[in-house]
């Protein structure tokens, strides 16, 4: 097990050598003859990395086995790899890895056309109406995991966490049913595939190891699982509010439906787009606000402020929860799920004045460059507040990818942020957490970094207490406080490189977007009254994939004459 503290690394960071450009890019010290840097790759990818960006700064050049590999560091640099089409950087080739867990033909083994109509099919459970029904789902069961807990005990909190997020994943994709009939088996096998995505599977992921053996028997029994749930809904008819149901019902552009081997491997891509994110980041925000006294206490409050208002920790409930939000995308910059994205050059490639010949992998890491202090302030400190709406606006849109970036970004974000902040809200109301264990580093035993076990957490009961302040009026779900109308004229940009069609801004404000049968947002209104001014800012705020933006307009008379009529406004 590889277990390191980031803060201890970053702390004794040097600064940046001063280099000049060229065509190729600089080299990473330290290669050995022949195998160049492939010891230090599988030993310890995290330390190389922040070795290669301590010493040589956004580009940095190694040598991994029969690779050529580029790391590149930075939001410059995310953007320019996330805004290059797959046709110039792909993320299939590096993503092989993943063949064993999703199956041959799907996702990442597919040919680029049919990838997209398979990861298509999973939108239609990632909108409105069925992320109401998770929220609901979600609480349930965290409701029924701390019905035994009594007034004060003690858990592994990562153990806690993981046996949680496979409960409300498995719920929430494979329906009521299957959840409630599921044995610990489920969790075993799901673990097992999991432990069997390491970095060495990117050198051969069919290496005969037991951790690869036991993915592959894993992965054929899920198969037999799924498919006995699918085969019941089928006979019986029914039909139910999940992901399975989405996937039973989706059809190819042939009009051809998923084979039970093709509905297995959509659903453990969107368990892995959404439970290890859950998962590990839950278990990281709440060690962080024991960690943070007075973050805690913002978090609390709110918590606290929104059960009174409301007394149900719904949709609404959880779009108001700000502070917890913030703390959950804090959680993320300082501890990413993955540590690792990659992408391969299909066609030469360059940046900053450097060229990457076909066949470079071009390596991207969140969790080296969201601590980067040029680009944070108090990189290693826990900040929720650098993500409320003043601060995140000097924040360089591409600054954080835990969930990647561009038109791949993570189709499940939305629903494993919205996870993360429901099993938040309902812990946080009913106890009080604080840490038994020595500091907490992380596990870097597989690409989904978790906090290092043993992670022993005491648990008590809270006392009944009042809110810190009497709930007013109608709030909004974005914006907090009932306000007159923003008088400032304004319009409204989409990125619609990023837009993955997840239709949230149509649900926040149907006056003004509209998402068409080819997965775009079009705007009815690109300049909105400034009586929707709200609704506007709850679709910017929502949109799980950044697309959008607000402009402020001039206020001189004559913009006034502009036309307001349809158009899509994009960068």
């Known amino acids: ?74 939001p410059e640099a995310h953007e320019a790899v996330f805004r290059a089409p797959d046709s110039q950087l792909n993320p299939a080739d590096a993503y092989k890895i993943m063949t064993p867990v999703f199956g041959k033909n799907m996702i990442y083994d597919a040919p680029p056309e049919r990838m997209d109509e398979q990861l298509k099919m999973l939108l239609p459970a990632l909108k409105d109406q069925r992320m109401r029904t998770y929220a609901e789902i979600i609480v349930e069961e965290v409701e029924t995991s701390i019905a035994d807990w009594g007034d004060e005990g003690e858990i592994d909190l990562v153990d806690y966490c993981r046996v949680l997020t496979n409960y409300t994943s498995a719920h929430c994709l494979l329906g009521r049913e299957f959840r409630h009939d599921m044995t610990h088996e489920f969790a075993e096998v799901y673990h097992a595939l999991e432990r069997g995505i390491t970095p060495l599977a990117y050198i051969n992921a069919h290496l005969p190891l ?31 509010e999940d992901f399975l149901q989405t996937l039973i019902e989706a059809r190819y552009q042939s009009g ?27 278990a990281w925000t709440l060690l962080e606000l024991m960690r943070n006294p007075a973050c805690r206490r913002t978090v609390v409050e709110q918590v606290d402020d929104l059960h009174a208002k409301s007394g149900v920790v719904s949709l609404e409930f959880l779009q108001g929860f700000t502070e917890g939000e913030w703390a959950v995308m804090e959680a993320l910059r300082l501890h990413p799920p993955l540590f690792l994205l990659i992408r391969v050059v299909k066609r030469e490639f360059e940046f900053k004045d450097y060229r990457f010949a076909v066949g470079t992998w071009l390596l991207l890491s969140p969790s080296v460059s969201q601590r980067i202090p040029e680009v944070f302030a108090d990189a290693d400190g826990f900040d929720p507040q650098r993500f409320s709406a003043d601060r995140i606006k000097t924040m360089h849109p591409f600054a954080t990818i835990a969930f990647g970036g561009g038109r791949h970004k993570c189709l499940g974000n939305a629903f494993a942020r919205l996870q993360i902040k429901a099993i938040l809200a309902t812990l946080l109301h009913r106890y009080e957490f604080s840490s038994t264990s020595d500091p907490i580093g992380s596990d870097f035993h597989g690409l989904v970094i978790g ?17 810190r302040r009497t709930p007013g009026p109608v709030e909004s779900r974005a914006t907090g406080p009932a306000r007159a109308a923003d008088p400032i004229p304004f319009k409204v940009v989409c990125d619609l490189d990023l837009c993955q069609s997840h239709a949230a801004c149509m649900s926040e404000a149907p006056e003004v977007f509209r998402v068409g049968r080819v997965g775009k947002v ?35 008379p004559e913009a006034s004459n502009e036309s307001t009529g349809p158009g899509v406004v994009h960068t």
């Open 1 to 74: 097990m590889q277990t390191s503290s980031v803060s201890d690394r970053t702390a004794r960071r040097a600064p940046l050598p001063e280099r000049t450009s060229g065509p190729n890019p600089p080299r990473l010290s330290g290669g050995l003859p022949v195998i160049g840097h492939t010891l230090e790759f599988v030993r310890s990818t995290i330390d190389l990395l922040f070795r290669a960006q301590r010493e040589l700064g956004e580009v940095a050049g190694l040598r991994v086995a029969n690779k050529n590999m580029v790391a590149l560091f930075g």
């Open 210 to 240: 037991p951790s690869f053996r036991a993915r592959d028997k894993a992965r054929v029994r899920l198969v037999g699982m799924i498919g006995e749930i699918v085969e019941a809904r089928r006979r019986s008819g029914g039909k139910g």
């Open 256 to 282: 051809m439906a998923l084979t039970n081997h093709e509905i297995t491997g959509m659903l453990l891509a969107a368990m892995f787009a959404g439970h290890h994110t859950s998962s590990v980041t839950t």
């Open 451 to 467: 906090p290092s076990q043993p992670c022993r957490v005491r648990y008590r009961r809270r006392q009944p207490h009042t809110t």
């Open 522 to 556: 079009s705007l009815i209104q690109e300049r909105p009254s400034p009586e929707l001014r709200a609704k506007v800012e709850a679709a910017v705020k929502h949109c799980p994939t950044g697309t959008l933006r607000i402009e402020e307009l001039p206020t001189k």
